[in-house]
Nanobody, 121 residues
Framework: QVVESGGGSVQSGESLRLSCTAI????????IGWFRQAPGKEREAVAC????????YYIDSVKGRFTISRDNAQNTVDLQMNSLQPEDTAVYYC????????????????WGQGAQVNVSS
């Protein structure tokens, strides 16, 4: 399973860090993706850190502002979010799947409970 931590309420331009702890999963074999779902919208893939050790970003507007990283010792995958904007407001989820990253939400098996991120202007 995976468990998120972090989130909260910030103003535009500020930063937040989300952490996803993988429990019982060997990240050598599992990729961890970060997703978000804004009110009234579908869940979308934000970024993924693959089992082979590489990051992928799926939303052009977060490139250069968000950074996904993995800590092998802690078995965590973090999402550092800088220069947050109101349009980043959403519930953020991490999820895992065996082997490679994909932006297909339906291909992820284990999901966290979600972390609310609110960005005010």
């Amino acid at each position: 399973q995976v468990v998120e931590s972090g989130g909260g309420s910030v103003q535009s331009g500020e930063s937040l860090r989300l952490s996803c702890t993988a429990i019982g999963l060997n990240l050598v074999y599992y990729s961890i993706g970060w997703f978000r779902q804004a009110p009234g919208k579908e869940r979308e893939a934000v970024a993924c850190f693959s089992n082979s050790g590489g990051p992928t970003y799926y939303i052009d507007s977060v490139k250069g502002r968000f950074t996904i990283s993995r800590d092998n010792a802690q078995n965590t995958v973090d999402l550092q979010m800088n220069s947050l904007q109101p349009e980043d407001t959403a519930v953020y989820y991490c999820a895992s799947r065996y082997l490679l990253c994909t932006d297909d939400v339906d291909r992820y098996v284990y999901w966290g409970q979600g972390a609310q991120v609110n960005v005010s202007s």
